[in-house]
């Protein structure tokens, strides 16, 4: 009988927050899959479990979710988390997700923090109707092609970001996408937690004198 795939969410920021039934899974777990090991090693050390690791990330995942899933045919249990929030958001965990259903694993979610919706709550923008974006390309006409598809949306859109990046983010954002209001949400969970409340043409000017 084939083993479960639990999706784990870990804490963005405060420790405090990984709830108990994470705590439970991933004590319990044949082994874990983790986006970095040394990452999710200091999360195991905090709580003292011992389990083991395996990588699970961008550059690897073909090869390692082939390993996974092989363990989890054979009957084992993994948890699968990232290195922060919810795996399989915006996150190669999502592949491995399909390769499990594709194969008759069954996956489960244990639900935990996730920054798009924790910077949703705190935005001060309307939260009824909104639309994740991720990240933008790194490629320059792609992102002005994914940022003009977006020209006439209405809702409020999420959107990661690099903090080496934002600036050349917000000049681009303000040139095609018009003089919005925006909320910029950093340090999420964390003591210096910010949300900065502002326009477009705002945010460029502040990050520009940091």
């Known amino acids: 009988m084939a083993g479960i795939l639990y999706l784990v969410g870990t804490p963005i920021g405060n420790l405090g927050d990984l709830s108990p039934r994470a705590l439970e899974t991933l004590g319990s777990a044949d082994f874990i899959a983790a986006e970095d090991t040394r990452v999710t090693m200091k999360l ?37 988390v990232t290195d922060a929030g919810m795996p399989a958001i915006s996150d ?39 639309t994740f974006e991720g990240f933008l390309s790194v490629n320059k006409s792609a ?27 917000l000049r681009d954002m303000l040139e095609v996408l018009g003089d919005r209001r925006i909320s910029l949400c950093r340090e999420l969970t964390k003591i210096h937690e910010e949300a900065l409340r502002t326009t477009l043409s705002g945010a460029l000017e502040y990050y520009a004198e940091l």
């Open 44 to 80: 195991l050390n905090h709580f003292e479990l011992k389990k083991p690791l395996v990588s699970y990330y961008e550059h690897n995942k073909a090869e390692s979710g082939k390993k996974i899933l092989e363990r989890l045919l054979a009957g084992e249990t993994c948890a699968l």
């Open 92 to 130: 190669p965990g999502e592949d491995l997700v399909r390769l499990c259903a594709e194969n008759g694993v069954e996956v489960r979610v244990v639900p935990g923090p996730c920054a798009l919706v924790s910077a949703l709550a705190l935005s001060g923008l309307s939260t009824g109707r909104f």
């Open 143 to 169: 992102r002005f092609e994914h940022l003009d598809a977006l020209r006439t949306e209405k809702r409020t859109m999420i959107f990661y970001e690099a903090p080496h990046k934002l600036l050349a983010t």
